[in-house]
Nanobody, 130 residues
Framework: EVQLVESGGGLVQAGGSLRLSCVASGFTFDDYRIGWFRQAPGKEREGVSCISGSDGSTDYTDSVKGRFTISTDNAKNTVYLQMNSLKPEDTAVYYC???????????????????????WGRGTQVTVSA
């Protein structure tokens, strides 16, 4: 079965850290851009970070630059999102998604419609308390 599965979410105090994982089954990341997205209750979905499976290039939304780091472990077919210095406004359900082709990570961050992606995970909840 082809799918993306996120894990690693939880409850953490402000200033704390979490590492999210996105594991791919049934395909490899080589030809894909992998994006992390988040959606808080009552708010629009937002692109958080992206990495290219082909060349490792990355991009981040401004609000997480310097705090979040995206990376891949190709041997494990896993993309990670290391989140440090977490803030209450980071609270959301976090999703990973994959799109095949040459779409730039900059474009991925602003493309939040699920239908634009080949694969989309079910999400993991991140809650940051003040």
């Amino acid at each position: 079965e082809v799918q993306l599965v996120e894990s690693g979410g939880g409850l953490v105090q402000a200033g704390g850290s979490l590492r999210l994982s996105c594991v791919a089954s049934g395909f490899t990341f080589d030809d894909y851009r992998i994006g992390w997205f988040r959606q808080a209750p009552g708010k629009e979905r937002e692109g958080v970070s992206c990495i290219s499976g082909s060349d490792g290039s990355t991009d981040y939304t401004d609000s997480v630059k310097g705090r979040f780091t995206i990376s891949t472990d190709n041997a494990k077919n896993t993309v990670y999102l290391q989140m440090n210095s977490l803030k209450p406004e980071d609270t959301a359900v976090y999703y990973c998604a994959a799109v095949r082709g040459e779409t730039s990570c900059t474009t991925v961050l602003i493309t939040t419609i699920r239908a634009e992606y080949h694969y989309w995970g079910r999400g993991t909840q991140v809650t940051v308390s003040a």
